[in-house]
């Protein structure tokens, strides 16, 4: 299946985007029924900010040769393209994804823990991302430098996050003071 000619030219606007690489349609099946898949939890994470994706499903083991004209196809596009490599077992999507492709390749299998990701030989790394609510801030961060959105909102979200520290600090000192107070009468 070709590239969809929108995402071609989302892609060619050079401002980072996503190609989500699956070993198997698996994967985007919930492990437990009412809860989202491994896929939707990536997908969900990379629209918190607001980059553009693709999904696409083929083997590395069982589809050398189709993957490698998938990767082959999203190269000769251009553009900044991170790939996210999500295969569990003895992963070798990681591995023949980021020995193709000209840009970086997050792994993010649906069996986590897999150290299989993390021992890809030398010319063929990844980044190994365990937790799929992480791939969006991974993807956001590589591309925030090219694309003034993706820096805003991880602007705002280290900001959200702080404030909420910062109120959690509030109410939990002032709980444990009077408490303290309390029991030790001071």
């Given at each position: 299946?070709?590239?969809?000619?929108?995402f071609?030219?989302?892609?060619?606007?050079?401002?980072?985007v996503?190609v989500?690489?699956?070993?198997?349609?698996?994967?985007?099946?919930p492990?437990?029924?009412?809860?989202?898949?491994?896929i939707?939890?990536?997908?969900k994470?990379?629209?918190?900010?607001?980059?553009?994706?693709?999904?696409r499903?083929?083997?590395?083991?069982?589809?050398?040769?189709?993957?490698?004209?998938?990767i082959?196809?999203?190269?000769?596009?251009?553009?900044?393209?991170?790939?996210i490599?999500?295969?569990?077992?003895?992963?070798?999507?990681s591995?023949?994804?980021?020995?193709?492709?000209?840009?970086?390749v997050?792994?993010?299998?649906p069996d986590?823990?897999?150290q299989?990701?993390?021992?890809?030989?030398?010319?063929?790394?990844?980044?190994?991302?365990?937790?799929?609510?992480?791939?969006?801030?991974?993807?956001?961060?590589?591309?925030?430098?090219?694309?003034?959105?993706?820096?805003?909102?991880?602007q705002?979200?280290?900001?959200?996050?702080?404030?909420?520290?910062e109120?959690?600090?509030?109410?939990?000192?002032?709980?444990?003071?009077?408490?303290?107070i309390?029991?030790?009468?001071?």
């Open positions: 299946m070709p590239i969809d000619e929108t071609k030219a989302i892609m060619q606007e050079n401002k980072g996503a989500i690489l699956m070993g198997s349609g698996s994967d985007d099946v492990k437990e029924p009412g809860k989202p898949s491994h939707e939890k990536i997908v994470s990379l629209e918190s900010y607001e980059i553009p994706y693709e999904v499903v083929c083997s590395a083991h069982k589809q050398p040769i189709p993957l490698k004209n998938i082959d196809e999203y190269n000769a596009v251009g553009g900044s393209v991170a790939y490599a999500v295969a569990g077992g003895t992963d070798a999507l591995g023949t994804d980021s020995f193709h492709a000209y840009g970086t997050f792994s993010c299998p986590a823990p897999n299989s990701c993390t021992t890809n030989p030398p010319g063929s790394p990844s980044a190994y991302i365990p937790d799929p609510r992480n791939v969006g801030k991974a993807v956001a961060q590589a591309f925030a430098d090219i694309n003034p959105r993706y820096k805003e909102i991880l705002q979200k280290n900001e959200a996050k702080i404030k909420s520290l109120e959690d600090d509030k109410k939990i000192h002032a709980k444990y003071k009077a408490r303290r309390e029991t030790q009468g001071r």
